[in-house]
């Protein structure tokens, strides 16, 4: 929920005005209800009504809601989506990874594509990775070192506190640059892809609704409390990476800061990415599929793929904003709530009904406002 996403926040603030304050705490209460419904589908009443988990992944709920279509082609469709959307995030860590690394030592002389090749060699390590215990310790590190950028920036501009200004806010907004703004506030909370597995490795799943409640209103008052201040202390000058308006000391610091959190996220979607490809594998009854050699070539092929898709692919950024209006919105909205609607369509209520109605269109039309923009930066790139 805290992710790179989040420093691009008061660029949003920028281009959005007041509703983009709205739009923060409206995506948080979206993405949290999308997440329940999401583990709603995971479970079903037994003749006692009691709820019963009958499902364990993404792709269980959607063969579920296929079966009558084809019984596997659900799981094949959304299983595609969720390995295309994570082999782009873990490309994004490399490409930013080299990004950060060219701006904090531009005396260096060295290329970003050559960080990004630097990068790789510290990632070789993933290719070990077994279990989702260690990526978890990754990812506490990886929280908090986020959360002392955080507070470094939030810090500073508690210091500059005399040049806020709520003029600043814009009051006419741009269409495609508020378009922009949507995206980047909503797909910070995404989170949908890894729900299914970690409600089922909760100690007490009866809890995860609280724990979805809890997290997504703290992420909100974070997300809000950062992207206000930083907004209110630079204003018209706010750049698309917030750490950009720093002083050159706090920002080689908080650089580097991010350099490390980028490399302890790496390994989330990366282990994803590699246990759904070993879950087909296994559906399909392979005998080498426990082979050690096997895993560690699957791994290794996956990590080769984001260093060559880092380096060789031409305007990784449109097309990654192209391939994540479709995963993103579809991973986030659209089929939460149409698996939802199908699978439990004679016990909702009306209301229930509704509410997964509009975020179904809600997601349709973010989806397609965001292809629209994408290819129209494309066809002005190649043009």
């Known amino acids: 929920l805290q992710g790179i996403f989040v420093l691009g926040l008061p660029y949003a603030l920028l281009h959005s005005g007041y509703s983009g304050l709205l739009l923060i ?11 329940k419904i999401l583990i709603a589908c995971l479970y079903e009443e037994n003749e006692d009504g009691q709820l019963i988990r009958v499902r364990d992944t993404y792709e269980d709920i959607a063969n579920a809601c296929c079966k009558k279509l084809s019984p596997s082609l659900g799981g094949i469709a959304v299983n595609v989506t969720q390995v295309v959307e994570l082999i782009m995030t873990c490309v994004l860590y490399l490409v930013v990874s080299g990004n950060l690394l060219s701006h904090s030592f531009p005396y260096a002389r060295v290329t970003e594509k050559t960080w990004s090749v630097i990068v790789f060699v510290t990632l070789l390590p993933c290719v070990f990775i077994r279990t989702l215990k260690i990526v978890s310790k990754l990812s506490q590190l990886c929280s908090l070192v986020h959360f002392v950028i955080i507070l470094v920036v939030i810090t500073y501009c508690l210091t500059q506190i005399h040049r806020w200004s709520w003029a600043k806010f814009r009051l006419s907004l741009e269409f495609e640059d508020f378009l922009v703004s949507v995206g980047v506030i909503i797909f910070s909370y995404t989170s949908q892809i890894f729900l299914p597995t970690l409600e089922g490795n909760m100690k007490n799943p009866g809890e995860f609704r609280c724990m979805l409640n809890w997290t997504h209103f703290f992420a909100c008052i974070l997300k809000t409390t950062f992207a206000l201040t930083a907004f209110l202390t630079w204003g018209e000058k706010t750049k698309e990476v917030i750490t950009d308006n720093l002083p050159s000391f ?5 650089n580097l800061s991010l350099l490390t959190k980028a490399l302890l996220s790496y390994p989330l979607p990366f282990f994803a990415a590699t246990e759904i ?26 990590l080769l ?14 097309l990654m904003g192209l391939s994540g209006s479709v995963t993103g919105a579809a991973m986030t909205f659209l089929l939460p709530s149409l698996f939802h609607l199908k699978l439990k369509w004679k016990k909702l209520s009306l209301l229930e009904k509704c509410a997964d109605i509009s975020v179904f269109i809600l997601g349709f039309l973010c989806s397609l406002a965001g292809i629209v923009c994408s290819i129209k930066g494309l066809l002005k790139v190649f043009g």
């Not at 879950?279 to 080498?288: A, M, P, Q, V």
């Not at 793929?305 to 449109?318: C, G, N």
């Open 25 to 35: 705490v409206l995506a948080a209460a979206l993405c949290c209800y999308t997440g």
């Open 305 to 318: 793929l984001t260093l060559l898709m880092s380096m060789f692919t031409p305007h990784f950024a449109l």
């Open 250 to 254: 706090f920002e080689t610091l908080v």
């Open 277 to 302: 490809v070993y879950s087909c594998i296994s559906k399909g009854n392979h005998s080498n599929y426990r082979s050690p050699l096997l895993a560690l070539a699957v791994r290794g092929s996956f």
